[in-house]
């Protein structure tokens, strides 16, 4: 989906250094300094427009919440939510998920949400894909020992890819739901985009995976 510029995020970002964090790399294995306490940290990667990790910051305050968002027009909605908010135990990271190693020590993250992914269908991309091996082994250097992933996706053929990438890898898959809107799953917070797909009656996948 193309994403509109908004020519003003650049400065708007700059302007909130509290929520979207300018450096980083300063806080790998120190980010307890930021939030002001020892709370599990979760992250998400590829946080979208912020719906997600702003109602989960919400619903859980015993829990510090990092979103990481590549594109800068888009990190600003999520930016938007976090001031309206005004919640301190969320905060953003303008940056790759190739980058996690430079601002996270090992034991930093306790669980890591991917949801509704870009699924790279061509075999040719397949290295793009946030559940590629490559960044697997990323996720667990920078999660605690047996640190947890909860995957979402519309996208069958990328859940039926990542399931067999995490058991490849030899994760254990602790759950898996294949219609999570018709399941007995309780709790669920949706992104935009699972709003958008769901209505439109596209089923839900969601699974927890589990270093070893």
């Known amino acids: 989906m193309r994403?509109?510029?908004?020519?003003?995020?650049?400065?708007?970002?700059?302007?909130?250094?509290?929520?979207?964090?300018?450096?980083?790399?300063?806080?790998?294995?120190?980010?307890?300094?930021?939030f002001g306490n020892h709370h599990p940290i979760h992250i998400e990667v590829g946080t979208g427009?912020?719906?997600?990790?702003s109602k989960m910051a919400i619903a859980h305050p015993e829990v510090n919440?990092?979103?990481?968002?590549?594109?800068?027009?888009?990190?600003?909605?999520?930016?938007?939510k976090v001031i309206e908010t005004?919640?301190?135990?969320?905060?953003?990271?303008?940056?790759?998920?190739a980058d996690l190693r430079k601002f996270f020590a090992k034991g930093d993250v306790d669980r890591i949400y991917l949801n509704f992914s870009d699924p790279w269908p061509k075999n040719r991309h397949e290295k793009r894909r946030l559940t590629y091996h490559s960044f697997l082994n990323i996720?667990?250097?920078?999660?605690?020992?047996?640190?947890?992933?909860?995957?979402?996706t519309d996208n069958?053929?990328?859940?039926?890819?990542s399931l067999v990438s995490?058991?490849?890898?030899?994760?254990?898959?602790?759950?898996?739901?294949?219609?999570?809107?018709?399941?007995?799953f309780e709790g669920n917070i949706m992104t935009e985009?699972?709003?958008?797909?769901?209505?439109?009656?596209h089923p839900i996948y969601r699974c927890e995976v589990q270093f070893k």
Not at 49 to 53: L, P, V
Not at 89 to 97: T, W
């Open 3 to 34: 994403v509109r510029h908004k020519p003003w995020a650049k400065e708007k970002i700059e302007q909130y250094p509290q929520y979207v964090i300018p450096h980083p790399t300063a806080y790998a294995g120190n980010w307890a300094d930021l």
């Open 49 to 53: 427009k912020g719906q997600f990790i």
């Open 65 to 80: 919440y990092i979103g990481i968002e590549v594109q800068q027009s888009v990190i600003v909605s999520a930016l938007d």
């Open 86 to 97: 005004g919640l301190s135990n969320v905060k953003l990271l303008h940056s790759d998920g």
């Open 139 to 152: 996720y667990e250097e920078i999660l605690i020992d047996q640190g947890d992933i909860h995957f979402k």
């Open 156 to 161: 069958r053929g990328l859940f039926e890819y």
């Open 166 to 184: 995490f058991s490849h890898y030899g994760m254990k898959l602790n759950a898996i739901w294949l219609d999570l809107h018709n399941s007995d």
């Open 193 to 201: 985009y699972e709003e958008k797909f769901a209505a439109k009656g």
